[in-house]
């Protein structure tokens, strides 16, 4: 079934980007099926698949972040503090840093009329992005690489990167993850990344990137150290039902089980977490190289 998907996916995506010219700052340079290598054209080029460091997406004022969160508009009141909080962030890092614009974002499973209802609470007045009010252009948008939050059902705009709604949210039930990615996939340029949040697992991150994903985060690896589990790109094992650690990274390699169950909770924490990181980017660099060989799914 993914063999078929994949080639259909494949055929559908080169004639739609045929037909549509590329954005700004994303490429797309080799396909297999509907798994892609690309380049986010930002500061410092992003090769994708890439994986996102959640700590870091706030942090603009700091450090050079590529890819930033402009915040929830939960968090603001108004469409003027979000519009200027935006301004700033853009005056700061420049065009060439990627911001996920103010959003609003809600479970998959919230009925489409309460976005709007919620926006009509913090301000009657407010337009907050084309998913709210499908008819008219954002107010709060930006010059540069933008991304915006895409949700089910509801009109979208034009974007570098579209963030996959509640994305986390469907782990758990994967027919509707891939009817909501279909849904993305078909109302969004197929130029554009895409970004599912909370989600990716060394386990599964193969699976995530045939079906097209471009860009995941290290949120579920970083909770799963502070949880003791130890990843694998096979499964994941909690700490202390094993007999030995099978990684040999440099995390790994001068410790061994005993050594890290001795270590307060913080301190092993931390180093779980570098670990589980380290996986990831292994894991994710072996699916890359599998994509420019074309064989992703064997």
């Avoid at 739609?16 to 410092?44: S, W």
């Avoid at 911001?99 to 337009?127: M, R």
Wanted: hydrophobic share 40%; charged share 25%; proline share 5%.
């Amino acid at each position: 079934m993914l063999k078929v998907f994949g080639d259909f996916y494949q055929t559908f995506t080169f004639t739609y980007e045929y037909l549509h010219p590329m954005t700004d700052y994303f490429e797309v340079q080799h396909r297999d099926g509907a798994a892609r290598v690309g380049k986010l054209l930002l500061n410092t080029p992003i090769r994708t698949p890439h994986i996102i460091e959640t700590g870091k997406l706030r942090k603009w004022n700091e450090g050079n972040n590529l890819i930033l969160d402009a915040g929830s508009l939960w968090e603001y009141g108004s469409k003027e503090n979000a519009k200027e909080h935006l301004d700033e962030m853009r005056a700061v890092v420049g065009d060439d840093t990627l911001i996920i614009l103010p959003h609003q974002s809600f479970p998959p499973a919230a009925p489409g009329d309460v976005a709007i209802k919620a926006a009509d609470a913090l301000d009657p007045n407010l337009n907050l992005n084309l998913n709210l009010n499908p008819g008219i252009d954002p107010i709060i948008t930006t010059s540069g690489a933008i991304g915006t939050t895409f949700r089910a059902g509801q009109k979208v705009r034009k974007s570098d990167l579209y963030v996959m709604e509640g994305a986390g949210s469907l782990e758990n039930n994967s027919r509707r993850f891939f009817n909501t990615l279909l849904e993305l996939k078909n109302s969004v340029p197929a130029d554009t990344a895409v970004y599912a949040p909370n989600l990716c697992l060394p386990e599964n991150a193969a699976i995530l990137v045939y079906l097209g994903i471009d860009i995941v985060d290290d949120t579920r690896v970083v909770i799963a150290a502070y949880n003791d589990i130890y990843l694998t790109s096979s499964g994941r094992f909690y700490l202390d039902a094993l007999a030995e650690l099978p990684c040999k990274c440099e995390t790994c390699a001068h410790l061994d089980v005993k050594d890290l169950m001795a270590m307060d909770k913080k301190e092993r924490a931390q180093r779980l977490e570098k670990h589980n990181k380290n996986v990831l980017r292994t894991e994710l660099a072996l699916v890359r190289e599998r994509i420019w060989a074309g064989t992703l799914r064997e």
